[in-house]
């Protein structure tokens, strides 16, 4: 099981290989998808293996995998499947053109393979220092994807990206602190006692006053990874100038990790200082994510840029599922992270195929994807009817299961302001979206080499959307047992 | 974990330790000159250097001594040294550090957090007559310090030394406890900064760069 887990962490790294070794951006990328497959295909194991039964542990807890810690695993995993997948021909095409130099191609799969093993090794680690020190190290890889192109822009978003989010995770990690100092009375001497169950478990012995503290400044600061406002403003400068299956990796998987580590923090906020407070925390910043996302989209421009706010927003909602709490809180909140991680994963990617082809990130500048270019258009028409929260998409579903979590906890004010804020943000997000669709089609040359790249470049789309779909209409039960156990988990 | 008393000799120099680092945190905010913030933030560095010595020799910690010999040698030389090398000779910066504030504006501004941090740590802390609840409100305002110094200074470098000062304001509050983090990952925070360091350093050098290739272009422009 050990091994198991190592694994997964490591299997990412595959594509580091390669580009060290000098291979070029389609030999890379084969090794990367390879390695992903791998590691997402250990994590399933690790989630049938774990179902319910104690969690891995080992070295002092510094490697603690629980049915929560699987989850997370499952979803980063695919995500990091369909983004290496969709590098392969993305990177190759830019390679191709001599948009990005081999040095450049080398840079973008060793860091992304680097970036995607640290995820992953932060999902597994029970100690919370060691968690602030992997989501950091995290944070430097992926802005050297960020700036990878080099041009003014997006070296400009890399530095705001980097600088940003290392405050952010610093100001975690003195929440950690002050956790570690509310824990005086427990005389947290070994390893052991730095790690997460073992407080969650000694709870009551904490000191309530500076947990408080604690857990607001662990929402602050981890809440800047996850892209809750207002720490929000790297977000969408680096989603649109990060390379397109990068901004799908940041959107779909660093979002998850920080609010990984935000749950693990409320629950044992929750255990101590009861509901109220960490809800009050929750929803505010929930709603104030919401509320920015939604009006951000009204501008038209870039639209990586339109896909980053909808980020925003989305992060809002399962901020705001997780401050509803309860089982079916939890559940939506759970179940939601899935499927926004499907949806705009998908997103990305078909917005990496349309820049590809368009040359430009302008959305003015796009129309008539639907006739020029069907497949990528429908996935991304899809795509978007999908994460706005339409049936018979999966995240109709969750978002369904959060407003009748608000519903349930009392005060119905809550939830009927959530749903109107999911109205108000459908409106300048499908704007946008279908005037890229339709419209007039120009001739576009392929930026491809074969036949055999357009395939690879539509293969994470249909699997991404085809998930999207199964998710919406029906929620295996592997699944079922897996986010139920997670929500035990939390308490 | 055993805590060290405020009035052992160690508790009295960390102490000692804690307040010269805000101070000096103070004297980063307040000085004008690029290569006066720096100098600041050395020295910083080096109290800080210092305070885990003590903290090494009052908990018999190996590890901490490793630690201080670590933060002297990078924090407390290497990065002031590159930082005035690298880029205020070769990048041309400005001797000026702009600031976006006034300078009274943001002293007092300061002044403010610092009395917020002691407000907020007093009622939190652990208790009274340990050193951890002497310096634990004193590393909460240098943590702020650093914060308002990346808010309110326009230059690059100058925000990125604003992160490091709010990472010693981390580490002072992680030294006076000394079990709280372990060896590991107390190497690997120093790791972070070490290559968050390069990286920002790399994307600083680069902006730049484009920076001044487009104001040539400009000059190209413009003939006859």
Redesign the interface.
Known sequence: MTGLAILIALSPLTGSAAALAGARARLAGAAQAAGAAAALGCSLALLVILDGHAPLLAWDG?LDVDSLGGFFLMTVAGVTLLASIGSISYVAAQEDSGELSRFQVRLYFTFFGIFASLMLAALETG?L??L???V??ST?AS??LV?LE???RS??A??KY??IS??GV??A??GT??L???G?AL???S?LG?TWPYLLAHATAL?P??L??AFLLAVVGYGTKVGLAPMHTWLPDAHAEAPSPASAMLSAALLNVGMYAIIRFLAIAQARLGGTYPRAVLLSFGFASIVVGALFMVRRGNFKRLFAYSSVEQMGIITVALGFGGTLGLYGALLQMLNHALAKAVLFLSSGDVALRYKTREAGQVSGLLTAVPVTGAALLLASFAVLGSPPFGLFLSELTIVRAGFAHGSPVFPLLLLALLGLAFVPFARTTTGMLTGNAPQLASPYRDRSAVAVTAAPLILGLAALLVLGLWIPAGLDTALRHSIAVIG | ?E?LSATSVAGVLLDLSGVLILLLAFACLASKLFNRYVVYYGAQSVVLSFAAGTAAVAFHSAELWILAALTLAVKGIAIPVAARRVLVTRLALKRDAAMSTGLSTSLIAGGALTAFAYL??R?????HGTV?AAV?PLS?AV?LLG?LS?VVRRH?VA??IG?LI??N??FL??IT?V????F???A??F??IV??VL??V???S??TR??AE?SAAELRELRG
């Open positions: 510094f100690n220092g060691l602030f020190v992997l950091e190290a430097l802005a050297a700036g080099g041009r003014a070296l400009e890399a530095w980097v600088i290392s405050l610093t100001i990690l003195a602190l002050f570690f100092y509310s005086s005389h947290l001497g390893n730095l000191a006053q500076s408080r503290l | 974990v805590s907020v740590t009622p939190a802390l652990l208790p951890a634990v909460t943590i914060a990346m690059t925000q990125l992160w709010v990472e304001g981390v509050g992680a406890l079990a709280t983090f372990p590991i990952v107390e690997g925070i790791l972070d290559a968050g990286i920002m790399v994307f600083v680069g902006l484009q920076l487009a």
